[in-house]
């Protein structure tokens, strides 16, 4: 069943003050952050709602069964089912690939690793490590793997308590522009 814009606002606000993992803010925060740094880039609509929405996974999560300590979530398809038909592949597709991208930073880029938190470092173990230099060729081979590379960083840089971010309001905004009824109704 999809999620209605409304049904997704209403899981950030009863869900959304929840800890991110072992980081030092809170799933909305770290969303409104994530999605502040995208616009801040100059990000498209749909690639600063997928920032948004790239942990919604997470919520969801929150509202089933506990996954067992030491296994991963596997976040990144959980939300994809109730995001279908509310939003295009332009969002999806970095959402799916966030960790994926992850992954791929670590192979190709030796500095990425150090600068990952602590929690990102357990979390990537959990996720299957590094690529493969194959896996990595193949993952940039996908459609939107740019975009899931920037929504990474995004997502790495986007912990800080103290950061000032526009509200859900206006990131609220962002999602109706970036729906497939928002892109229908601006033809």
């Known amino acids: 069943m999809a999620l209605s814009l409304d049904d997704i606002t209403g899981l950030f606000h009863a869900n959304g003050a929840v800890q991110y993992g072992a980081e030092a803010v809170t799933q909305q925060q770290h969303a409104l952050q994530c999605a502040q740094l995208a616009e801040q880039a100059g990000a498209s609509p749909a690639l600063i709602a997928a920032a948004l929405l790239h942990d919604l996974g997470h919520l969801l999560a929150a509202e089933r069964a506990p996954v067992a300590a030491g296994a991963d979530d596997l976040h990144q398809f959980m939300a994809l089912p109730f995001l279908r038909g509310v939003f295009p592949e332009a969002v999806l597709a970095p959402i799916r690939l966030h960790v994926d ?36 060729h193949d993952f940039m081979a996908q459609a939107f793997a740019a975009d899931a590379v920037a929504l990474r960083r995004w997502d790495d840089s986007a912990k800080d308590p103290q950061a000032l971010t526009p509200g859900w309001a206006h990131y609220a905004a962002v999602l109706q522009r970036a729906s497939c009824a928002g892109l229908a109704s601006a033809r």
């Open 101 to 136: 991208a992850k992954r791929y930073m670590c192979r190709v880029d030796p500095s990425y690793w150090a600068g990952l938190s602590p929690a990102s470092k357990k979390s990537l173990v959990l996720q299957g490590g590094p690529f493969s230099e194959g896996e990595a």
